[in-house]
Every structure is written in structure tokens, then in C-alpha cells.
């Protein structure tokens, strides 16, 4: 059964930083392209980033909104995918969910099993 | 940046009846299209890929149509577990992916 399960969301000041894990169980971790959303509470999904398989390079690719901010990483050997989050502000507040998906050089398969999410609350 | 525009906003429907859901791409996003099911405190499913493929172990009742720019979603005899936000995502293009903004789905 595919599994991922998110943690290290939390309470943090603006300005701080928080590193979010994705443990993922069930399938073969590194070949597939893991992705991060979240979404605001009472708002719609936003697409963070995404770090693609070692096959494909196992480079980030970031929306416009993070970027320079927040860092994908992955570890094969440990089934786990990274979201550093840097700088942190307030509108950093949200539920935050990682997926899997199948990349290629020439396209992306949808996302399809989603974590539950981990509450990142961003305040003073 | 793609923009995706979900109609309507909110849907009420009847037990039984059929519920249509439209989605609109600001430019081509081929067939890379995807729908998901979002009910309250949980995280979003997905039911539709690649505009018109069920995902696995979603109903027979949830079908997809349309390329490019327009999309369907539709739902031929709506139940009550189907109550939800059902958003479409493009993933034809990045950075970034791209979400509409929702559809409500409410029992009539």
C-alpha cells in the first residue's frame, strides 16, 4: 500500500525556518518525482515545487512564491522527501502535502497519492 | 503562468441527478489535466488524469472529456459522499502547476 505521511509542521515566528519530511513506504521512492503543495485555510491548492527522480537529474523546480526561500531535497536510501523552509512569513501559513508523480524529460503523469498534510502556522 | 478557471463556483444538486463541472485553461494544456476530490479536513484524491482517465478505484459515476482548453468533469448520478470541492489542475506546463479555484459540490 503507498503510503506518505508528512511531519515537522508546526507553531514558528516570521523570519524563522522549518524542515518539513515526507516519508513515503509501499513503492520504489526513487523513481518517482516528489511534490509539495499546500493550501491556505478556506483556500484552494497551490503547487510549491517539486525535486524530480535521480534518473531525471533529481533537480528542484520551484513556484514563484518560494523560490529562493525554500528548498526540495530528497534521500533514496531513506524513502524521505525534504521542504526546507526558509524566512518564513505569515502567508507561509497553511497545510502542506507531498505527492508522488512520474516525470520524464519529456512530461509530468498527475500527482496521485497524497499525503494527509502537516499544519504549518506561521505567527509571533 | 497558465490560469484555470472552474464554473460555477457552487453546484446543487439533486440525489440521483447529474452534476456537471467546467474547467477552462488560459492556453493549451494538451490533455494533461487532472481533477481531484477535496471533502472537508481531508487532503484531495485524485479521480481524473490525463483529462479522461479514472484513477484507480474511483466510480464508475466520475468521467472526464475535453482537451486543451475546456474540460468536463462530470459526476451521471451524484451521491451524498460525493458532497465536495473538486478542483482541476493543469500539468502541461511549470514552474508552476496550476489549480482552479474550485467547485462546491452541495446536495439539493
Not at chain 1, 500500500?1 to 525556518?17: A, I, K, M, N, T
Not at chain 1, 531525471?56 to 526561500?69: I, L, N
Amino acid at each position: 500500500e503507498v503510503q506518505l505521511v508528512e511531519s515537522g509542521g508546526g507553531l514558528v515566528q516570521p523570519g524563522r525556518s522549518l524542515r518539513l519530511s515526507c516519508s513515503a513506504s509501499g513503492f520504489t521512492f526513487g523513481d518517482y518525482t516528489m511534490t509539495w503543495f499546500r493550501q491556505a485555510p478556506g483556500k484552494g491548492l497551490e503547487w510549491i515545487g517539486f525535486i524530480r527522480s535521480k534518473t531525471y537529474g533529481g533537480t528542484p523546480e520551484y513556484a514563484a512564491s518560494v523560490k529562493g526561500r525554500f528548498t526540495i531535497s530528497r534521500d533514496d536510501s531513506k524513502s524521505i522527501a525534504y521542504l526546507q523552509m526558509d524566512s518564513l512569513k505569515t502567508e507561509d501559513t497553511a497545510m502542506y502535502y507531498c505527492t508522488r508523480a512520474i516525470c520524464s524529460t519529456t512530461g509530468c503523469y498527475a500527482p496521485d497519492y497524497w499525503g494527509q498534510g502537516t499544519l504549518v502556522t506561521v505567527s509571533s | 503562468e497558465i490560469v484555470m478557471t472552474q464554473s460555477p463556483a457552487t453546484l446543487s444538486v439533486s440525489p440521483g441527478e447529474r452534476a456537471t463541472l467546467s474547467c477552462r485553461a488560459s492556453q493549451s494544456v494538451s490533455s494533461n489535466l487532472a481533477w481531484y476530490q477535496q471533502k472537508p479536513g481531508q487532503a484531495p484524491r485524485l479521480l481524473i488524469y490525463s483529462a479522461s482517465f479514472r484513477a484507480t478505484g474511483i466510480p464508475a459515476r466520475f468521467s472526464g472529456s475535453g482537451s486543451v482548453t475546456d474540460f468536463t468533469l462530470t459526476i451521471s448520478s451524484l451521491q451524498s459522499e460525493d458532497v465536495a470541492v473538486y478542483y482541476c489542475q493543469q500539468y502541461n506546463d511549470w514552474p508552476p502547476w496550476t489549480f482552479g479555484q474550485g467547485t462546491k459540490v452541495e446536495i439539493k
